[in-house]
Each structure stands twice: as structure tokens, then as C-alpha cells.
């Protein structure tokens, strides 16, 4: 079975520095997918940014990028420049379309990020 | 921009009784989901939903639970009895393969 592990509970950042969410994951499958999902107190689930497991190249999404290690099974995300708006819970979720033909997403424990002004 | 909907944004209701929680996918997308978060907790999935019926369901969704997509644009989660523990959040998602979900804004249940 397919797990994500978010091991930092809570962050925060002064507002313009970077940051950097860690996500470990463990699976078998050679195809996947990785996600970050942003959770604001509006408690609604906003796509972050998406990587493709046979993309070698990490994706990047303005501010954000990822640091995506296949061989470690790791999947970091880096915000760059933080801004107040950034606070928020961010979670780390996996889908591997084989195993699992629902495309099911299955998400870390989450990470609270704060920015400090 | 096209964006999943659901209401009621709460729900309040006594332990025993019924409620149903209600989304309307984005139009175009052919599988929906249902997730459950616990306050301060993961997000966890509960149910699937393609080509009208079931793909696959968690542990979590026991009998109490239904789905279903009734006229082919709402789709709605059922739980017969309420429990305490049933209290959460619960999101509905769609997508139209195997990439981005999106995700409602979830409704609030809170069983007392």
C-alpha cells in the first residue's frame, strides 16, 4: 500500500524568505503522480502544483517549485519569496493511476505553514 | 472558470439521523470523488464514482454510506445514521482522467 509522510507538522517563514516542505512517500509503482495541495482557513483544497514521476524534470509554478528525488522517494516543495497569502496547511498527496484505476488521492498528514510579516 | 460546487456549506444534525450532502461536478469531468477531513487531521478518501456506479471504495465507507449521481450532473453522499465521529469535512472532486482533481468547497457536518 502506498503511504505519504509529511514530518514537519507546523512552519513558518518571515514574509519574502524561502521555505522548503519536505514529503516522503513509499510505493512500488514505477508510474505516479505527486501533488501539493494548499489548504487555507477556508478549509477549501487549492492545487499547488503537480509532477509526473517519468518527468525528469522538477515542475515549477511561478513561486513555487518542487524538488522531486525518485530514487529517494521524496518530494519537497520550495516557496520562494513567501507571502502572507501563503499561510496555509499544505498537504502532499500521491495517485498511481495501476494499482489504484480510480486515480484515489492519498494525501500526507500536512504541513501548517505560517508567514510572519 | 468552471469550479465544483457543494451545499450545504453545514450541516448540523442529531446522531440517527439521516443527512445528504450534495455536489455538482464540473460538466465535462467523468470521475468524482469523496474525501473526508476530520478536524485538524488528513484528508482521507472515502469513495469513487465512474461510468455510474461505484470504482472503489475505502474502509470508511461502510454501509452507511451511498453515492450516488442521481440526474447527471449532481452527485450526492448519503450517510443513513449518524455517528459522532462522522463529524468532519467532506469534499467532493472531480476530474476527467488521471491529472488534476479539483475539489469543492466542502460541506461542514457537524453531528451532535
Known amino acids: 500500500a502506498q503511504t505519504v509522510t509529511q514530518s514537519q507538522p507546523e512552519m513558518s517563514v518571515q514574509e519574502a524568505e524561502t521555505v522548503t516542505l519536505s514529503c516522503t512517500y513509499d510505493?512500488?509503482?514505477?508510474?505516479?503522480?505527486l501533488f501539493w495541495y494548499k489548504q487555507p482557513p477556508s478549509r477549501q483544497m487549492i492545487l499547488v502544483i503537480r509532477?509526473?514521476?517519468?518527468?525528469?524534470q522538477n515542475a515549477t509554478e511561478n513561486r513555487f517549485s518542487v524538488n522531486f528525488q525518485k530514487a529517494a522517494k521524496s518530494f519537497s516543495l520550495k516557496i520562494s519569496d513567501s507571502q502572507l497569502g501563503d499561510t496555509a496547511m499544505y498537504f502532499c498527496a500521491f495517485m498511481a493511476p495501476r494499482s489504484s484505476n480510480t486515480g484515489k488521492l492519498i494525501f500526507g498528514q500536512g504541513t501548517t505553514l505560517q508567514v510572519k510579516p | 472558470e468552471p469550479e465544483v460546487t457543494q451545499t450545504p456549506s453545514h450541516q448540523v444534525t442529531q446522531m440517527g439521523q439521516e443527512v445528504i450532502l450534495r455536489c455538482v461536478p464540473i460538466?465535462?469531468?467523468?470521475?468524482f470523488y469523496w474525501y473526508r477531513q476530520i478536524l485538524g487531521q488528513k484528508v482521507e478518501f472515502l469513495v469513487s464514482?465512474?461510468?455510474?456506479?461505484?470504482?472503489?471504495k475505502s474502509e470508511i465507507f461502510d454501509d452507511q454510506f451511498s453515492v450516488e449521481r442521481p440526474d447527471g450532473s449532481n452527485f450526492t453522499l448519503k450517510i443513513r445514521s449518524t455517528k459522532l465521529e462522522d463529524s468532519a469535512m467532506y469534499f467532493c472532486?472531480?476530474?476527467?482522467?488521471?491529472?488534476?482533481?479539483?475539489f469543492g468547497p466542502g460541506t461542514r457536518l457537524t453531528v451532535l
Open positions: 464514482f465512474y461510468n455510474n456506479e461505484i470504482s472503489e
Open positions: 472532486a472531480s476530474t476527467l482522467g488521471y491529472n488534476e482533481q479539483f
Open positions: 460538466s465535462n469531468h467523468l470521475y
Open positions: 510505493t512500488s509503482e514505477s508510474n505516479y503522480y
Open positions: 509532477q509526473e514521476a517519468y518527468k525528469q
